[in-house]
């Protein structure tokens, strides 16, 4: 059965320190989707970026990097010299390909708190 | 505006009440879901269609109805809401199920059952 774990459930830093986000997936299937998704004070849920299982490079955007390493069944989120902005819950997600392509299952999230 | 609406925001009813939350997207997309937000739990999905008349249960589907007679409309159905009830509903769409393209989500229904 799949499983996501995201393991932190708050973390706090000050403004500008690097801060890296856990998750640890789990599945049988060879082919799968993890995704990132923010949602920030105000509720909403923003989409941060998708990866297939076959893809293994690591991603960079902005401040923004995920490490994905299919040997730890992970897909860790880092933010650089983080801002009070990205004060927000933090989902890892995890979609299989073959018998579940309707279900996307979320980690519990982890609460990201950025002080000034 | 690409986007997914629900309605309402907010929604406070009394236990057996029968209500409806709607959830409309204009991006023709295949795939709709519903989703529950629970402090600790995280998102738990409740029932989702991947195309017109195509429902099926996601992993908390008990007290719920859903129905998708149009592409770009799938209502959530309370017909005898409880107190456990109480929670943020989240609708989602997406071009092609969950893996191949992401999700887009409605701002959310904050409930509560008294």
């Known amino acids: 059965a799949q499983k996501v774990t995201q393991a932190q459930t708050e973390i706090s830093v000050v403004e500008k320190e690097d801060v890296t986000l856990d998750c640890v997936y789990e599945?049988?299937?060879?082919?799968?989707?993890l995704f990132w998704y923010k949602q920030p004070p105000s509720g909403e849920l923003v989409f941060l970026i998708r990866?297939?299982?076959?893809?293994?490079q690591n991603e960079i955007s902005g401040r923004y990097s995920w490490n994905f390493q299919k040997s730890t069944s992970s897909f860790n989120f880092t933010i650089t010299a983080s801002q009070v902005v990205d004060s927000a819950v933090y989902f890892c997600?995890?979609?299989?390909?073959?018998?579940?392509?309707?279900?996307?299952?979320f980690g519990k999230g982890t609460k990201l708190s950025v002080k000034p | 505006e690409a986007q997914v609406t629900q309605n309402p925001r907010y929604l406070i009813t009394v236990t057996g009440k029968k209500l409806t939350v709607t959830c409309s997207q204009n991006m023709n997309h295949e795939y709709m879901s519903w989703y529950r937000q629970d402090p600790g739990l995280g998102l738990r999905q409740i029932y989702y269609?991947?195309?017109?008349?195509?429902?099926d249960k996601g992993d908390v589907p008990e007290g719920y109805k859903v129905s998708r007679k149009e592409k770009r409309n799938f209502p959530l159905i309370l017909e005898s809401p409880s107190p456990n009830q109480t929670s943020l509903y989240f609708c989602?769409?997406?071009?092609?199920?969950?893996?191949?393209?992401?999700?887009?989500f409605g701002n959310g229904t904050r409930l509560t059952v008294t």
């Open positions: 989602a769409s997406s071009l092609i199920g969950t893996g191949r393209s992401p999700l887009h």
């Open positions: 990866r297939n299982s076959f893809d293994e």
């Open positions: 599945t049988r299937d060879t082919t799968y989707y």
């Open positions: 269609s991947m195309n017109v008349e195509v429902t």
């Open positions: 997600a995890l979609s299989e390909y073959i018998g579940s392509q309707g279900n996307l299952i």
